[in-house]
């Protein structure tokens, strides 16, 4: 069983930034593929970026890159969502996603872009933009 917490979210006004933060408990933290997506109401699941086990690999969706910034701390079990440039359309429930049976799995963006991958999704973390 692996836990996930996020935390960070809040209310900002439009070109602020804001760091989304994503502890998850296990001892193989290093070994998951993680993702960030986003929920605005009414609307699908929507996918923001992921990152590779090792950091080393990222992928956005094209209505962040450029903007944000996704990392993660190995050492901590920590990911993060680095958010600049903020803008109303952002305004969204923030998740956290763990797949934690990436063993040898290659790192392949636009797979890792579905939610079907992970097995492990956080309470979320809201974000609020104000214009």
Same mark, same amino acid.
């Given at each position: 069983q692996v836990q996930v917490v996020e935390s960070g979210g809040g209310l900002v006004q439009a070109g602020d930034?804001? *760091?989304l933060s994503c502890a998850?408990?296990?001892r193989?933290?290093?070994t998951y593929h993680m993702g960030w997506f986003r929920r605005a109401p009414g609307?699908?699941?929507e996918f923001v970026a992921a990152v590779s086990k090792s950091g080393t690999d990222i992928y956005y969706s094209d209505s962040v890159k450029g903007r944000f910034i996704i990392s *993660?701390?190995?050492a901590k079990n920590m990911m993060y969502l680095q958010m600049n440039r903020l803008a109303p359309e952002d305004t969204a429930k923030y998740y956290c996603?763990?797949?934690t049976k990436s063993g040898r799995r290659y790192f392949?963006?636009?797979y890792y872009s579905s939610p079907s991958p992970y097995d492990y999704w956080g309470q979320g973390t809201q974000v609020t933009v104000s214009s």
């Open positions: 930034s804001l *760091r998850a408990s296990g193989t933290f290093s609307k699908e699941h *993660r701390d190995n996603a763990v797949d392949d963006g636009p």
